[in-house]
């Protein structure tokens, strides 16, 4: 029998989204009269089986409220009962009285949320994304991270941990000439990175396009403090399809293609083929070639990421059918393609073009000239019609 006269009734279960709401009605003939006899609380008691016993308790309701809002997972079935404790803490009948008809209640799950708000709500799931297939935005929670697909199912970026890393932030894409990621200030910086002890921002290209992307009306980067590291810079550079240039080959301005203000010249390039030509601009690093999607509404020629100066007006395929897109170094360390036609090289021999097309070779004296491609970094013998590639320290500025 129960210590307090107190009784609960009408208790009924709702699903909510990710928990189920409790609701019932007391009756308390104490009320206003014995103070110490009248209504404390009700406690609420949830089981994952219609067995009280294997239950716990799961919140209470204080006197007036007659309410509780269990979370749970979208999905989970519990089956509950309420009891109501006094104020001097003896206890009521059980509601319901049988500890096997525990009133059931399953948490709703999210499945479409139509011109509607959720508010104040913890929505629990493995899974949540904005469609199904295709291009979609998945909020994982296995793997606790935001996944972005693209329309061919492939997981483009994510922001989360890296694959094998402690990186907070990583993003990739397979689609032609688009950025991973692109970040736009009025004002203050349009990407910024910090970390402690390893890199800030990284970024990866395996296509020989640009792994970070700057753009500014002064610096397109700017280090606040520290050093650049390695440093090796390059330019970008119109070669004719018909060329037959090398990977580490000496290449020369055969002209200029278009400006794009005064920090930004695109040029035509080729192997240089006369001994100590003044046109050389540095050594050949990559070619591809020049597709009509590289350009924009404006003329301009974007690679992957490396910015090409303003082209003419119409110029798109024109372009793209005569031209390779490449990429030389121009300051820095690097390697370079050399010869022997003007003798054996040793370390700290500057380099200049030779009648060997697009080699190297040892420059008659060690004065830096407008003719300098570079300076070797390795020892090497050579015959005139031999050629290799050694380290080097490029001098084209």
């Known amino acids: 029998m129960a210590d307090s006269n107190i009784t609960a009734a009408s208790l009924a279960a709702t699903a909510g989204t990710g928990s189920v709401s409790l609701q019932w009605s007391v009756t308390n003939p104490n009320e206003g009269g014995l103070q110490y006899l009248d209504?404390?609380?009700?406690?609420?008691?949830a089981s994952a089986s219609n067995n009280r016993s294997l239950g716990s308790k799961v919140?209470?309701?204080?006197?007036?409220?007659?309410?509780f809002v269990h979370t749970l997972a979208g999905g989970t079935l519990?089956?509950?009962?309420?009891?109501?404790?006094?104020?001097?803490?003896?206890?009521?009948?059980?509601?319901?009285?049988?500890?096997?008809?525990?009133?059931?209640?399953?948490?709703?799950?999210?499945?479409s949320i139509d011109g509607g708000t959720v508010?104040?709500?913890?929505?629990?799931?493995?899974?949540?994304?904005?469609?199904e297939t295709g291009a979609r935005i998945q909020i994982d929670g296995d793997?606790?991270?935001i996944e972005i697909y693209n329309a061919d199912e492939d997981l483009v970026a994510y922001m989360?941990?890296?694959?094998?890393?402690?990186?907070?932030?990583?993003?990739?894409?397979?689609?032609?000439?688009?950025?991973?990621?692109?970040?736009?200030?009025?004002?203050?910086?349009?990407?910024?990175?910090?970390s402690t002890t390893g890199d800030g921002v990284e970024g990866t290209s395996v296509d020989g396009g640009a792994g970070v992307l700057g753009s500014g009306v002064t610096f397109a980067f700017y280090a606040q403090s520290g050093i650049y590291g390695p440093f090796t810079g390059a330019h970008d550079g119109l070669l004719p399809i018909s060329s037959q240039i090398e990977i580490g080959d000496v290449v020369e301005t055969t002209g200029i293609a278009a400006r794009n203000g005064i920090s930004d010249t695109l040029r035509y390039v080729d192997r240089a083929s006369v001994p100590r030509s003044p046109a050389v601009?540095?050594?050949?690093?990559?070619?591809?070639?020049?597709?009509?999607?590289?350009?924009?509404?404006?003329g301009m020629m974007t690679s992957r990421g490396s910015l090409f100066a303003s082209l003419p007006a119409g110029a798109s395929q024109e372009f793209a059918n005569e031209f390779d897109h490449v990429v030389f170094n121009g300051v820095g360390e690097g390697q370079i393609n050399v010869c022997g036609r003007n003798g054996n090289i040793r370390r700290g021999d500057l380099l200049v073009s030779s009648d060997l097309p697009g080699k190297a070779m040892r420059q008659d004296d060690d004065i830096l000239r407008s003719m300098t491609v570079a300076k070797a970094d390795e020892d090497i013998d050579l015959g005139p019609d031999e050629t290799a590639q050694i380290a080097c320290i490029y001098h084209c500025g």
């Open 78 to 111: 519990r089956y509950y009962w309420v009891r109501p404790k006094n104020t001097s803490g003896s206890y009521g009948d059980w509601h319901p009285l049988s500890a096997t008809a525990g009133v059931s209640g399953t948490a709703g799950e999210v499945t």
């Open 143 to 145: 793997r606790q991270q």
């Open 281 to 298: 601009v540095g050594v050949l690093v990559s070619r591809r070639p020049v597709t009509v999607d590289k350009f924009d509404s404006d």
């Open 160 to 194: 989360g941990l890296a694959p094998g890393t402690s990186t907070t932030f990583y993003a990739s894409r397979d689609d032609s000439f688009q950025p991973s990621i692109s970040g736009q200030s009025s004002s203050g910086s349009g990407v910024a990175g910090y």
């Open 59 to 67: 919140g209470e309701a204080a006197k007036g409220q007659n309410t």
């Open 119 to 131: 508010t104040n709500s913890i929505v629990e799931a493995s899974t949540f994304r904005t469609a």
């Open 39 to 45: 209504l404390a609380l009700v406690e609420v008691w």
